[in-house]
């Protein structure tokens, strides 16, 4: 499975972004799909991810941020409102196949200036 991931950007505190993540290949192996960040200095994080069945976020971003799924393009979207200085981080792009394999895009920079 291959992701592509884009739509970072630069952006003031509380602006919106929205990111968009494609997968390619094997996608019919896929279960989930989601986002984790990486900050500098900082381990990488969970924020999001989306199964069948399920919406699931971290609690920094509960209320803020939106994923969805468009499954005739094989694509999510991470819809980032009210956004704040602490959610600039590198975004990855992340789906896990049903054998419990993790694949991951390149990173995309989001900064929220203050």
């Known amino acids: 499975v291959q992701l592509q991931a884009s739509g970072g950007g630069l952006v003031q505190a509380g602006g919106s972004l929205r990111l968009s993540c494609a997968a390619s290949g094997n996608v019919l192996s896929v279960n989930t799909m989601g986002w984790y960040r990486q900050a500098p200095g900082k381990q990488r994080e969970f924020v999001a991810r989306i199964t069948s069945s399920s919406t699931n976020y971290a609690d920094s971003v509960k209320g803020r941020f939106t994923l969805s799924r468009d499954n005739a393009r094989d694509t999510v979207y991470l819809q980032m409102n009210s956004l704040k200085p602490e959610d600039t981080a590198v975004y990855y792009c992340?789906?896990?196949?049903?054998?419990?394999?993790?694949?991951w895009g390149q990173g995309t920079q989001v900064t929220v200036s203050s």
């Open positions: 992340n789906c896990k196949d049903r054998w419990g394999l993790d694949y």
